[in-house]
Every structure is written in structure tokens, then in C-alpha cells.
């Protein structure tokens, strides 16, 4: 089991207990001091309460009612409750629910499905760049790249294989995390809170080098949570809802494997030590 770290966090929200959550909401709460997050399990309402919350499907199946709205969802589906709105389902689900902040436009649906809303189609880009890639933008940052805009808190349903390696700053950055929701063999998540180092590659040792990045094997409802300032990338297989809070801002997404190819070619790593990163980010210094 990988040591968590101050910039990542792993909740096992397949499991009954829940694993790791309150620690998982505790440094998300710290790094986002006006957001909130919960867990409910088996859930079949959440009363009304006076913020906005943007509230992910993330195991089961049923029909849930927000006011005059009513529609079957699934897991990946996200269910959208403003102020004063409550969610009744007819089943019990898994939800994860992120208390927000700005008010949510009256053009977003209270009920948003990936794969049945015919104005949200692949749109292949960031962590899943392939032109055949699954990637379904939900609630966006950018008009250009899905119907429904939320500054907020942005998301986008993906299917990784070999998504490229970077990390979002500190400062101006954002938060983002994975709700795992479907892992082939092999499928992982690898992190690092040394990026300061990879980013001056020639000061890198093959010790350094060995320490750099850690690997976080995932399971079917996991929540990863990685905060501004850590590199992260999945690979392997893993189908995900990603989610940026606050939303993604363009230019906030700065490559890193550049940097790592750099450093294993001057140390000539192979083998156990060997620095994972993606090929064709690899070329040039890559910033989105």
C-alpha cells in the first residue's frame, strides 16, 4: 500500500467502511477552504440545503427525482442540486457529493448523462488524446468543449490508457481527482511531490531518480485526490470521472515528461529504476 502523501489521498469507496475518506476530505477541504465533500453509501435522499453541490453517481443504479426532473442514472452520471434542492431515489446509490460555490446556470440540467445526452459527445483531449478516445466533458470550464459551462467545478468521464504526466501549481492551479469507476489489469496511478526536482533534471541523481514517483494500484471505486503541485498520470486502463475543483483553467496544465524523458537518458535508466513517461509528450514542453 502506497504512503499517502500532503498532496494525494486514496479512499476506497468500494469497500464498506470507506477507507480513507476522512482523511481524503480533510486535505481537500484544506487546500479548498470554500468546497466540501461527502460520502454517502446506499444512499436514497439528500435533503436540500443552502449551497449548490454537484453530486456524482459512483455505485449503482436507480431513478432519482429533483424537483419537477426525474431520470434513470447509472454509475457516471451527476446529478445537479442548487440551493433549496433535494435528491429522492428510488434505490440505493453510492454519492459523492461536492459542496460548491458559484451559482449554477439555469441552462445545466439537474440530471446529466455522459453516455445518453446527445449534446455531450467524445471530445478527445488532455488525458485522453487518441482521436477514437472515450472522453465525455460534462460540466466545462471553455464553451468550446461541452454545452454545459461551470466555473466551479469542471468533469469529464475518460477512459486513460496513457495519459501524459503533469501537475497543475499552487498558485491559480486546481485540485483534481479521480472517481474510479472501472480498472483493466495493470491499470494505476502514478504520483509525485517531487516536482521541483524533475523540473531541474540535470540536478537529478539515480538515487533521486528512484524515489521520484510513486505508483498507486487502483480498484473499482476508488477516489484519488491529488492536490496543486503533484504530478499525476493514469495508465493502464482506467475509466474515471475527473473532476477539477476548481475548474480547469486553460494553461494550468503544465507536462512533465520531457523532464523525466531528459532524465533518464542522462543516467541511462533501465530496469527497476527506469522513469515512466508518455511518448509523445515526451518531445517538447507541453503546457494546456
Keep these: 500500500m502506497v504512503r499517502a502523501g500532503d498532496s494525494f489521498r486514496v479512499a476506497h469507496l468500494g469497500r464498506d467502511a470507506a477507507e480513507g475518506f476522512a482523511a481524503l476530505r480533510e486535505r481537500f477541504v484544506a487546500f479548498n477552504p470554500d468546497y466540501d465533500l461527502s460520502w454517502s453509501a446506499d444512499c436514497r435522499e439528500l435533503e436540500a440545503c443552502d449551497r449548490p453541490r454537484v453530486v456524482f453517481v459512483h455505485h449503482g443504479t436507480g431513478n432519482v427525482t429533483v424537483g419537477a426532473d426525474r431520470s434513470p442514472v447509472t454509475v457516471g452520471d451527476v446529478v445537479v442540486l442548487r440551493p433549496g434542492a433535494s435528491l429522492i431515489a428510488d434505490a440505493p446509490l453510492g454519492l459523492l457529493a461536492f459542496t460548491t460555490t458559484n451559482e449554477i446556470d439555469a441552462a445545466i440540467p439537474s440530471i446529466l448523462r455522459p453516455d445518453h445526452d446527445p449534446l455531450i459527445t467524445d471530445e478527445p483531449g488532455g488525458c485522453a488524446t487518441a482521436a477514437d478516445a472515450y472522453r465525455r466533458v460534462v460540466l466545462t470550464w471553455l464553451g468550446r468543449n461541452g454545452p454545459y459551462n461551470y466555473r466551479a467545478l469542471n468533469c469529464h468521464r475518460v477512459a486513460m490508457t496513457d495519459s501524459f504526466s503533469h501537475y497543475h501549481p499552487r498558485e491559480g492551479g486546481f485540485d483534481e481527482m479521480y472517481l474510479v469507476q472501472d480498472v483493466r489489469p495493470g491499470g494505476r496511478v502514478l504520483v509525485s511531490e517531487q516536482v521541483a526536482a524533475i523540473e531541474d533534471p540535470d540536478s537529478v541523481t539515480r538515487d533521486q531518480a528512484a524515489e521520484l514517483i510513486r505508483e498507486i494500484p487502483v480498484e473499482t471505486g476508488d477516489l484519488v485526490w ?46 527497476e529504476v527506469e522513469l515512466p513517461y508518455n511518448a509523445e509528450a515526451s518531445t517538447r514542453a507541453v503546457v494546456k
Design 226 to 271: 491529488v492536490g496543486r503541485g503533484a504530478m499525476h498520470r493514469a495508465l493502464g486502463g482506467v475509466l474515471a470521472h475527473v473532476v477539477t475543483v476548481p475548474g480547469f483553467i486553460p494553461g494550468c496544465e503544465i507536462g512533465l515528461d520531457h523532464h523525466l524523458r531528459a532524465i533518464g537518458e542522462r543516467l541511462g535508466l533501465s530496469g
